[in-house]
């Protein structure tokens, strides 16, 4: 027991569960949080410049690291100004510890008008979270911090929020810090693993969908193994690209989209093993209608279990403990051929990649040729955002993080400076469209204070040039509302103290190699309105 504030516990409760980075705005009704990180060399506070950068760096940074961080917020707007980034992290089951202060506990839930007052805020938070409590004695705060991180850490990954009352971060009280746990995910059960080995091993043409479930749970090598043991190629979603390397022989990438560029595998599998993936939307428009009658999935959520269509197999689990499980039954020492012309399909796609998307794919390949493999890439909803999954190779876990199916504008750049945070000897490159960029631009300043290396690419054809063409596909050029008048991004990166320029298309690998070697935060704009079917983002009809 010791005699603290509730500041103090919060910052003692975070430590113990070895939280490092804190990203927030601090304001009245939250400084005794602020307060109990003050003097402390363990936790790391970063003050961004708007609290939906702040719920969106939590996320980047999870989603490139495992790592948990938090967010200090104040009630009423700061925590309506998070609450598209805790969207974006829900739909992409990723955790973050959102902490918002709160007025007295004797003014609440009286419309007394008081500031920053919103009324039901735990409803409101609640629906993005995965756990959401209002602590109202100091010495409950470290039994909350524990009960989020146990949401978070053995169910779906969802963001946690505890919510502060003013009086209760100031009061003080002697407060038990609670030693670390260590944290266990379902297993998943033996009896449905071995009928789901027995299926998987008895089908000639069985293949993978894995997602970004496989990333969160450690589980690449043992995906590859079941792979390796069924001769199976892998599908990812955008979620999961990474969690197979594109070097390796079974590994299709992702692609499906609208372009039904897997009709061929689809028209010949027996079955498929869905691993740690809801088939969402922006992977498979079809949300798997069309995938094999027989379906074994694994995953942490029973809810996703066969919510798309029925499945043959069904385990609730561990992504990582499922599968290292399946090899074991698999495993009778020998590995099996591929049915299925992977080295052949790639070539195919790749040639249909090439006349579909022309200028994009030439793009992205100078991205990757000067840029190392272990370099993060964060996409926000821009023309070469849209086709980075598809195109680029990708060689490791957590290096591909693609905005959600929530799909918020301005996510990228608040993202890559949480996994730079979270990641500081990987590259890291936002990429942005001149729409998107504007959403959240302000966190340039963040990028700038954190003295981080970074490098944003900001593609530029004046518009919102997605709806633009969507305009001119679907409403007959009836163009309205998609045009943008911008302000010079090369000054504007000059004002930020940061370095700027303007290139061409073609010089973007020679650029990108320069900011690498030089360091610091660089924003490259890049011309960019490309015509014709190159402007038709994979998802657009
Ligand atoms: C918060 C939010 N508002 C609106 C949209 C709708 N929207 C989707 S793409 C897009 C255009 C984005 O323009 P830009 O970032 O310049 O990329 P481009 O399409 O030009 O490549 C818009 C407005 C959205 N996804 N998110
Ligand atoms: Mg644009």
């Known amino acids: 027991m010791q005699r603290m504030t509730g500041g103090q516990a919060v910052i003692s409760a975070l430590k113990a569960e070895g939280v490092e980075h804190v990203f927030g705005i601090s304001g009245t009704h939250n400084t005794p949080l602020f307060d109990g990180a003050y003097g402390e060399p363990d936790i790391h506070v970063v003050t961004v410049r708007h609290e939906q950068g702040a719920a969106m760096m939590a996320a980047g940074y999870a989603r490139a690291s495992g790592k948990i961080a938090a967010c200090f917020v104040v009630p009423g707007p700061g925590l309506t100004n998070a609450l598209t980034g805790m969207g974006m992290a829900y739909s992409e089951s990723t955790p973050l510890l959102m902490f918002a202060g709160q007025n007295n506990l004797a003014q609440l839930g009286r419309e007394g008008e008081h500031f920053h007052e919103l009324p039901n805020s735990l409803a409101v938070a609640g629906s993005l979270s995965g756990y959401a409590q209002r602590v109202s004695t100091p010495d409950a705060i470290p039994r909350a911090v524990r009960e989020a991180m146990r949401a978070m850490r053995c169910r779906r990954p969802r963001p946690a929020y505890i919510e502060i009352p003013l009086d209760v971060q100031s009061g003080e009280a002697e407060i038990e810090v609670l030693a670390p746990e260590k944290f266990s995910r379902p297993a998943g059960d033996p009896a449905g693993i071995a009928r789901a080995a027995a299926a998987l091993a008895s089908a000639k043409r069985p293949f993978i969908f894995a997602g970004g479930g496989v990333a969160s749970a450690e589980a690449s090598q043992p995906l590859a193994r079941v792979a390796e043991l069924l001769g199976a190629p892998v599908v990812t979603s955008v979620f999961g690209r990474g969690v197979i390397s594109d070097r390796h022989p079974l590994a299709l990438g992702d692609g499906w989209g609208r372009l039904n560029a ?27 209608a069309r995938f094999p009658a027989r379906m074994v999935q694994v995953d942490l959520d029973p809810l996703v279990v066969g919510q798309r269509r029925p499945v043959e197999v069904g385990i609730v689990g561990d992504a990582a403990a499922v599968l290292e499980s399946m090899a074991e039954k698999l495993d009778d020492g020998k590995k099996r051929e591929c049915w299925f012309d992977v080295a052949g399909f790639r070539q195919r796609k790749r040639a249909l990649m090439a006349e579909r998307t022309g200028p994009v794919l030439q793009l992205i390949d100078e991205l990757r040729a000067a840029l190392p493999d272990d370099t993060i890439f964060v996409n926000d909803l821009t023309l070469v955002g849209y086709w980075m999954p598809l195109l680029l190779e990708t060689y490791q876990p957590r290096t591909l993080i693609h905005a959600g199916t929530y799909g918020t504008l301005g996510y990228a750049l608040p993202a890559a400076i949480g996994a730079k945070i ?92 320069r900011a690498l070697a030089d360091g610091g935060v660089w924003l490259i704009e890049i011309p960019f309105a490309p015509e014709g079917q190159a402007t038709m983002v994979p998802w657009m009809p």
């Not at 897997?262 to 798997?288: F, P």
């Open 422 to 513: 979270a990641c500081p000897k990987q590259p890291v490159v936002a990429i942005s469209g001149d729409g998107g960029f504007m959403f959240t631009l302000q966190e340039l300043a963040t990028a700038v204070a954190q003295k981080l290396d970074l490098i944003v690419l900001l593609f530029n054809d004046n518009a919102f040039g997605a709806i633009r063409t969507y305009q001119d596909r679907m409403f007959r050029g009836r163009r309205i509302g998609s045009d943008l008048v911008n302000p010079d991004f090369v000054k504007l990166g000059e004002a930020f103290g940061i370095n700027a320029a303007r290139v061409e298309p073609m010089q973007l690998g020679a650029t990108v190699r």
């Open 262 to 288: 897997y009709d061929e595998l689809l028209a010949q599998a027996d079955i498929v093993l869905v691993v740690g993936s809801r088939i969402d939307t922006v992977s498979d428009v079809n949300l798997g």
